[in-house]
C-alpha cells in the first residue's frame, strides 16, 4: 500500500516538468511518501496494539481485541499517524535525495559500485536519520498504546482525567524532554538495516 500510493501519487506530481512539485522534489516525495504511510496505517495499527501491549504482558491477543474501545483504537490511530506519516515520508525523501547524490560522490567508485550497494547505503542512511528524527513520536505512540485503558490512578492522573491525551503530558513532566528520546539508539539500529534491506528489494523489483 504504501510504495504503491508513493509510486502512483509521485509519478503524477511529477508529470508535469514546470509544475511547482517538479521544483521542490524533496517535497514531492515526502509528501507521497506521508501519503503513501497514512494509507497502510489502517492495517498496521490492529496489529501494532495487540504487539506492544502483548509484549508488554498487559493482556493476550483476544483480550486486547475485547478490551480496547473504540475511542482507544481512534486514539492510538491518531498517534500511530503522528509517528509514521513523518516516518514515511522522511525515510522516501531521505532515500531518493542520497540514492541520487551518492553515485556521483562516489564517481571514482562508479565502475565498481553495483546498483544494490547503492540502494543499501541510501537505505541504511534514510533509515537512520528518519528513525532518529522520529523517536520522540514513538515513544508517546508506545506511551498511548500500552497505557490509554490503564486506570488514571496507576499512572498518577487525576481520577476522571483523559489518560490518552494527558498520559504524554504526565511522561514528560515525569521523566523531562529526555525521556523522549529513549532508545533512540536502538531504534536507529533496527530502522537502518530494515530499510536497507526494503528498498534494495523494491529497487530490485524495478529493475
Same mark, same amino acid.
Given at each position: 500500500?504504501?510504495?504503491a500510493?508513493?509510486?502512483?501519487?509521485?509519478?503524477?506530481?511529477?508529470?508535469?516538468?514546470?509544475? +511547482?512539485?517538479?521544483?521542490?522534489?524533496?517535497?514531492? +516525495?515526502?509528501?507521497?511518501?506521508?501519503v503513501?504511510?497514512?494509507?497502510?496505517?489502517?492495517?498496521?495499527?490492529?496489529a501494532?496494539?495487540?504487539?506492544?501491549?502483548?509484549?508488554?504482558?498487559?493482556?493476550?491477543? #483476544?483480550?486486547v481485541?475485547?478490551e480496547?474501545?473504540?475511542?482507544? +483504537?481512534?486514539a492510538c +490511530?491518531?498517534?500511530?499517524?503522528?509517528?509514521?506519516?513523518?516516518?514515511? @515520508?522522511?525515510? =522516501?525523501? #531521505?532515500?531518493?535525495q542520497?540514492?541520487?547524490?551518492?553515485?556521483?560522490?562516489?564517481?571514482?567508485?562508479?565502475?565498481?559500485?553495483?546498483d544494490?550497494?547503492t540502494?543499501?547505503?541510501?537505505g541504511?542512511?534514510? @533509515?537512520?536519520?528518519?528513525?532518529?528524527?522520529?523517536?520522540?513520536?514513538?515513544?508517546?505512540?508506545t506511551?498511548?498504546?500500552?497505557?490509554?485503558? /490503564?486506570?488514571?490512578?496507576?499512572?498518577g492522573?487525576?481520577?476522571?482525567?483523559?489518560?490518552?491525551?494527558?498520559?504524554?503530558?504526565?511522561?514528560?513532566?515525569?521523566?523531562?524532554?529526555?525521556?523522549?528520546?529513549?532508545?533512540? @539508539?536502538?531504534? =536507529?539500529?533496527?530502522? /537502518?538495516?530494515?530499510?536497507?534491506?526494503?528498498?534494495?528489494?523494491?529497487?530490485?523489483m524495478?529493475?
Amino acid at each position: 500500500v504504501y510504495l504503491a500510493l508513493y509510486e502512483m501519487l509521485s509519478r503524477t506530481l511529477l508529470a508535469e516538468p514546470s509544475s +511547482w512539485w517538479s521544483a521542490h522534489l524533496l517535497c514531492t +516525495w515526502m509528501f507521497a511518501g506521508a501519503v503513501g504511510d497514512a494509507a497502510g496505517s489502517v492495517l498496521r495499527v490492529p496489529a501494532e496494539i495487540v504487539c506492544k501491549r502483548s509484549q508488554t504482558g498487559c493482556s493476550g491477543v #483476544f483480550d486486547v481485541l475485547a478490551e480496547t474501545s473504540r475511542e482507544t +483504537w481512534l486514539a492510538c +490511530w491518531a498517534a500511530v499517524l503522528s509517528r509514521d506519516v513523518p516516518m514515511g @515520508g522522511l525515510q =522516501v525523501a #531521505f532515500y531518493a535525495q542520497v540514492h541520487s547524490a551518492l553515485p556521483e560522490a562516489l564517481s571514482q567508485m562508479s565502475q565498481v559500485l553495483p546498483d544494490s550497494l547503492t540502494d543499501i547505503i541510501s537505505g541504511g542512511i534514510a @533509515g537512520a536519520i528518519a528513525a532518529a528524527l522520529t523517536t520522540p513520536l514513538d515513544v508517546l505512540v508506545t506511551h498511548t498504546m500500552t497505557d490509554s485503558n /490503564a486506570p488514571a490512578e496507576r499512572k498518577g492522573l487525576p481520577v476522571g482525567s483523559d489518560p490518552v491525551t494527558k498520559g504524554p503530558l504526565e511522561l514528560l513532566r515525569q521523566g523531562g524532554s529526555s525521556t523522549l528520546t529513549k532508545g533512540i @539508539g536502538l531504534r =536507529v539500529l533496527y530502522y /537502518a538495516p530494515s530499510i536497507a534491506i526494503f528498498f534494495t528489494i523494491y529497487e530490485g523489483m524495478r529493475r
